[in-house]
């Protein structure tokens, strides 16, 4: 057991804490009603199961999360995901400590996922749905505070720290490290260095070049474009049977523009491996 601390089932389909080294039953706040439907020690403390519910005990068997919450899912020591059931039984989410101190409110639509779908990077993944269904993701520090509004569709990260690619239907755009918009998401197309779906990243180095309106431009890091105007991009790698990997940003949507139209002159493969005329 963690801390020498085990769950013991006590009969009745119930469960208590049980301290292995005084060899004794831990009696607390959370036994004076009854014993849970489960005990599972885990750190310095224990989740429990009561009524359906689930809460939080310490090593004591005081209360330390009333046993309310439909899910609460440790991340760390002191973070955990708690999901509760609205009125209508839609699971929301939202993020607190081991104490019950909520610091993103419960407000957030969940579905079942490991935890990886809900941290990246140290960033608390935030899922909301709009009036149409449609669902929209952000991201939140460790503190509760919003890095990147809950409003876009996709968000993925830089393999490099270099920020996230964002997108919204068609329309793609970057946001910095630190959560501030270097491209808004009006771009229908960013050349990429690279797009590893097996690790859910991309690559992509400044100047980028992005399309907007027909028209390619390249942008630095802070977001002003350069002095000169791409009028084609060409595809610098050999022909393979099947054709090249494409790795512009709007391969990352499903729904693409025909494929005809996804293309300049050739596939886009990146700005450092395209040469580009530029008038």
Do not use: C
């Not at 989740?47 to 068997?61: C, Q």
């Not at 474009?225 to 512009?248: C, W």
């Amino acid at each position: 057991g963690y801390k020498n601390r085990v769950g013991v089932h006590t009969g009745n389909r119930q469960y208590a804490l049980y301290d292995i080294a005084k060899r004794a039953i831990v009696k607390g706040t959370y036994s004076e009603n009854g014993f849970p439907e489960l005990v599972y020690p885990y750190r310095d403390k224990a989740l429990i199961i009561s009524h359906n519910k689930m809460g939080i005990i310490g090593a004591s068997g005081d209360i330390q999360v009333p046993a309310k919450y439909d899910l609460l899912s440790p991340f760390t020591d002191n973070l955990l995901m708690y999901v509760q059931k609205n009125g209508n039984g839609e699971p929301l989410y939202g993020y607190g400590d081991g104490k019950g101190n909520i610091f993103i409110p419960i407000q957030y639509n969940y579905s079942p996922g490991d935890w990886s779908t809900y941290m990246q990077d140290s960033l608390l993944t935030l899922f909301k749905k709009d009036k149409d269904g449609k669902v929209h993701k952000g991201y939140a520090a460790m503190d509760g505070k919003t890095v990147i509004p809950v409003q876009y569709e996709e968000i993925t990260r830089e393999e490099r720290g270099k920020g996230y690619l964002v997108r919204n239907g068609k329309a793609f755009g970057i946001i910095g490290p630190d959560g501030k918009v270097i491209l808004p998401a009006e771009f229908d197309n960013i050349l990429l260095d690279d797009k590893r779906d097996y690790l859910s990243t991309v690559t992509f180095s400044w100047p980028v070049a992005a399309r907007k309106a027909g028209s390619w431009r390249y942008y630095n890091a802070a977001g002003t474009s350069l002095p000169v105007r791409l009028k084609a991009t060409i595809n610098f790698d050999p022909p393979y049977a099947g054709g090249s990997e494409e790795k512009d940003a709007g391969n990352l949507s499903s729904s693409l523009l025909p494929h005809e139209e996804a293309r300049v002159v050739d596939s886009p493969i990146s700005v450092k491996d395209s040469s580009a005329q530029s008038h």
